[in-house]
């Protein structure tokens, strides 16, 4: 079956560490995306690619850091900058077009040690 | 810039009883509006969307959402409700053109009791 996958389901951080959240999709999409979950808010754009080799900054860019060397994967690092990492990230992809939707992954709980 | 509200955190609705789920957008132009379903430490599920046409749009699983544009409303509603809709709902808006200025409102965490 075609999905998205994210690992782990679970990751703790130590200060000063940074860690890499995988995403991996086997739906041909072209687009991906990555959110940030808090509770009580909506979902935040942290940062998102509509092809390989090139990605773009959503709202909440900083601290993060992402490639896209292939089409099927867009995984996130959470850096030591990123001073309040603790939340629900989620993974998204899309075909570019009219009428297309959001995909997700079944996200990754982080949290600080 | 564009904006979503859902006005109500919590909800708690009898079983088969009927529920509507308030959102309210800000836009200038017409948006495409989304309902989505999240259950707990799950990722997003689409219910239905709107992008033009009949403003009355029928989703997954019995639910149903109407467009009113002088209300800037997207309500979503279902006639009888079951204990598995249990979960977090947010309503989201976006532009026509791709998904990276879709904004999602704070969600919607609906409870059902026996």
């Known amino acids: 079956d075609g999905g998205i996958t994210q690992s782990p389901k679970y990751l703790f951080r130590k200060e000063g560490q940074n860690v890499t959240l995988s995403c991996e999709q086997n739906l041909n999409h072209d687009a991906m995306y990555w959110y940030r979950q808090d509770p009580g808010q909506g979902l935040r754009l942290i940062y998102y690619s509509q092809i390989v080799n090139d990605f773009q900054k959503g709202d909440i860019a900083e601290g993060y850091s992402v490639s896209r060397e292939k089409k099927e994967s867009f995984p996130l690092t959470v850096t030591s900058a990123q001073k309040n990492p603790t939340a629900f990230y989620l993974c998204?992809?899309?075909?570019?077009?009219?009428?297309?939707?959001?995909?997700f992954g079944s996200g990754t709980q982080l949290s600080v040690l | 810039a564009q904006s979503v509200t859902q006005p109500d955190i919590h909800i708690t609705v009898s079983e088969g009883a009927s529920l509507e789920l308030r959102c309210n957008y800000s836009y200038g132009a017409t948006p495409y509006l989304f309902w989505y379903v999240q259950s707990p430490g799950q990722g997003l599920q689409l219910l239905l969307k709107y992008f033009s046409g009949d403003t009355l749009v029928q989703g997954i699983k019995g639910f149903e959402a109407e467009f009113k544009r002088s209300q800037s409303s997207f309500n979503l509603r279902k006639p009888s409700v079951h204990w598995s809709d249990a979960a977090e709902y947010f309503c989201?808006?976006?532009?026509?053109?791709?998904?990276?200025?879709?904004?999602f409102g704070t969600g919607t965490r609906l409870l059902v009791s026996p």
């Open positions: 998204a992809s899309t075909r570019i077009g009219v009428n297309e939707k959001l995909f």
């Open positions: 989201a808006v976006g532009l026509q053109q791709g998904f990276q200025k879709l904004v």
